[in-house]
T-cell receptor, first 114, second 112 residues
Framework: NAGVTQTPKFRILKIGQSMTLQCTQDMNHNYMYWYRQDPGMGLKLIYYSVGAGITDKGEVPNGYNVSRSTTEDFPLRLELAAPSQTSVYFCASNDRESGANVLTFGAGSRLTVL | AQSVTQPDIHITVSEGASLELRCNYSYGATPYLFWYVQSPGQGLQLLLKYFSGDTLVQGIKGFEAEFKRSQSSFNLRKPSVHWSDAAEYFC??????????FGRGTSLIVHP
């Protein structure tokens, strides 16, 4: 049982480049989330999804896009990378129907924009 | 809207000493409350959670937390800290929206 898998683990981008952070979970969780973590700022929610085909903005969505075509996958797209998007990105999922509300996190993707 | 405050950015303790990390939340009713731990270069792992019932909850690695409704607090404690406990600790709250909100984290430094 792999849990939540994120790729890549590290990436360096130039300003204006685009890329996609991949996130896959094998727990059949309906709910998936993207957070970014900046030093001293905790985790800020970027986007979340309550099921395939349904996504919604979180606290800091500007500069990002997401899609949810399957239950397993929830990729995060950066269209025009900016230095302000240098951060560590975490994907997470949970199974709200069970009442657990406990998040399972991926190992993170460290992105640097130069 | 819900919010979480972790007032301490860094906490330094000696190995073997007791530990208390503070967490205060803002929400109109009783939320779900969580503590997660993040080791360097890793994702977050659940330490313990409170949903209802007994206000003192036990978690992994010898940690416990106490929910105090009157103080809107959910402080994390450990009676004797080990060097391996050095990590970042996050308090989180889930309210009516069912979307988790995290505090900014507290970095625990353990001196030998």
């Amino acid at each position: 049982n792999a849990g939540v898998t994120q790729t890549p683990k590290f990436r360096i981008l130039k300003i204006g480049q685009s890329m996609t952070l991949q996130c896959t979970q094998d727990m059949n969780h309906n709910y998936m989330y993207w957070y970014r973590q900046d030093p001293g700022m905790g985790l800020k929610l970027i986007y979340y999804s309550v099921g395939a085909g349904i996504t919604d903005k979180g606290e800091v969505p500007n500069g990002y896009n997401v899609s949810r075509s399957t239950t397993e996958d929830f990729p995060l797209r950066l269209e025009l990378a900016a230095p302000s998007q240098t951060s560590v990105y975490f994907c997470a999922s949970n199974d709200r129907e069970s009442g657990a509300n406990v998040l399972t996190f991926g190992a993170g993707s460290r992105l640097t924009v130069l | 809207a819900q919010s979480v405050t972790q007032p301490d950015i860094h906490i330094t303790v000696s190995e073997g000493a007791s530990l208390e990390l503070r967490c205060n939340y803002s929400y109109g009713a009783t939320p779900y409350l969580f503590w997660y731990v993040q080791s360097p270069g890793q994702g977050l792992q659940l330490l313990l959670k409170y949903f209802s019932g007994d206000t003192l909850v036990q978690g992994i690695k010898g940690f416990e937390a106490e929910f105090k409704r009157s103080q809107s607090s959910f402080n994390l404690r450990k009676p004797s800290v080990h060097w391996s406990d050095a990590a970042e600790y996050f308090c989180a709250v889930v309210g009516g929206s069912y979307i988790p909100t995290f505090g900014r984290g507290t970095s625990l430094i353990v001196h030998p």
